[in-house]
């Protein structure tokens, strides 16, 4: 019955069988696929034909159809994704050691027929096969090679059979017969397949007791090093971070003792990517410069062929670490040597998509970061096209990225003040999220809370404070949630949060709510600072935003104290890159400005006006869409000032209030609220000046 004794892939992607006599057959990878897929491919175009007579189904028909249709597409990709990894792992691998069984088995494989594959192995008694094993092994200890070499080789059916029971989807059936293997016959090969397919099912619990227990077996340098890799991405992926790094750095040790420069590259890699998660990014860049350097080494020292996709990540990552200590520059040339490496390697490999799209995503991000928002929605919107054709053949894969694209693209879109579009990414991002959330709550909760901070900062900023604090409070609650797995980690964008929930407090006229929401964050705020500087700024924020509510409650001597204390803190952080915080400094000064002149400092007051104004005159000539109503504002307030203290002349005021005007018109077609308010104001100046 049996005909194939080996299976390998060639460079062309074909799949080359060989059959007892050496003779071989060669197949295209899909003309193999589409043979285990016909009967999927005939469901979906049944479907497919079903939905298109539209005029003859009813609304719950149609509905019911298309649920039908998605799962029939669903069940093909990820058949074709088990399909693969299953080829993959016989690529290369010779059977004449295996038994009838096993040979039948490959052979129905090889045929497309996975149901007589299986009903091959269920012929395999396994449990007399079993107790004949032990009885000889109970002989002679002299056998005891040999018993072990049968035990493996009926543990390699089992696992056989759980592959092909995974690919029928039968997943009980299929960690039954995996954990059936390891108890036939325990080695590396057979516990951590099976702890890969736990972490492919996301069962983290599971799959860490796996690896765990690996780390007890007498393992090989390469293979404790694989273990111990895996573990921490494990436990990256449940935001154990302290447990991630050190499971990070004993690998390190490992790789470092062999002097391996890939092994050291993914350490490090890894390793990098939990930092930045903690927000320890010198610590981050750290390690992905020194993952970048293994990587050229290997490039550099390998005479075979080597992928270039991980030193095009690692680039990546540099430019986000830059990006994130506010290093623009830096993050920039990054950004650009990632982005060539990709685009070589996609013109030789389609497969490098998605990594792609992820990178068109991150360097959107970054000019975001530094106010090119065309650059940055050009960049973005094709990182979403992307994704969504991704998603549409890879649904698991890829969709929970188009959801941290379409955030991204949201958020350039609010700086861009083009709000309805801002508002319909967010919620279509929040939308995809929350089913993540509600499948592995703790992995993806972090994001869909940052999603909801997002989406109440732009209510916040559109005036709608109803639902700024319910967004915020969404979030909030998720981000206590989290603090239970890692305080370090959770605390600094709990307290961004709860900063940003007091100012819409106040906004609401409810001040005992404001002050006890601003003091909690200030609490963890000065915390944080103690171990870490970046923090600054957003105690600074902090700072001017209680400044804020002090002027509400009419108390202005406090309000300006506040504002100086968040003024002090600006100003400490602007070393990197002088122009970074120059937006917020002019708030925080026209904020002073309006606390002291209320408090009767007004040559104090005007001052601090005039050199926000200064600012924002050059923020707004670079940049309109974002600065215009904070450089009207300052128009307003010198000529409010003006009018109060006569600082000016009639035609001075009449020019700054026609200035502000015509700024508010030429910009109303995007629709922001304050605008009106901000007309009304200009109307009172010009009445008093009358």
Known sequence: ??????????????????????????????TFINK???EKDKRIADLEKLISRTESLSSLELEKAGSQLQLAIREKDMLKDSVTKLLQDFNGKNLTDTSTYYKEAFTFFTNGEIQSALTALDNRNIKEDLDEILREEQLAKAKMEKINLAKKRLASELLFKAQLLAIEKKVEASKKTYEEAIDIYKDFDSVSRYALFLHFLNEYPSAEKQFLDLLRMDLTEKEKF?????????????????????FLKESLKIAEGVENPEDLARSYLHLGNVYMKTQEFDLGLDAYQMAEKNYLLQLDSSSAQVSKIPLARTKLNIGWAYLEKALFREAEKYYTESIRLYDAVLREDSSAAGEFANALSNIGQFYDAIEQYDKAIDMLSLSVKFLRQLASENRYTYEFELANALNKLGIVYQHKSYYPDAIRNYKEALEIAERFENALP??????????????????EQLGAFEESEKNYLASISRKRALLAKDRSVYLSTLALSLGNLAVVYERMKKPKEAIEYSIA????????????????ADMARLYRNIGVIFEG?????TAANYHRLALGKYLAVKTD????FDGEVSEVRQSLAVALLNSGHWEEGIKELVAANRLLYALYQAVPEKYYLGYALSLINIAKAAVSYQTATTEQIKDNCAESRSI???FQHLGNPLSASFLESIIEIETAIE
């Not at 049996?2 to 899909?30: E, K």
């Not at 890159?577 to 970074?580: C, M, N, R, T, W």
């Open 1 to 30: 019955m049996f005909r194939y004794n080996s299976l390998r892939i060639d460079g062309n992607n074909n799949i080359v069988l060989q059959d007892v006599d050496g003779q071989t057959v060669s197949l295209t990878f899909d």
């Open 36 to 38: 285990l897929t016909e």
């Open 226 to 246: 694989l273990t111990l890799n895996e573990l921490g991405l494990i436990e990256t992926s449940q935001n154990n971070f302290n447990s991630a790094i050190s």
């Open 442 to 459: 703790m992995v993806y909760k972090p994001n869909v809370a940052d999603f909801y901070n997002n989406l109440a900062l732009l209510y």
């Open 521 to 536: 964050a200030l609490n963890i705020y000065e915390e944080l600072e103690k171990k870490n500087s970046f923090f600054v």
């Open 553 to 557: 409650m009419q108390n202005y001597d």
């Open 577 to 580: 890159l002088p122009e970074a």
């Open 664 to 666: 508010l018109e030429q």
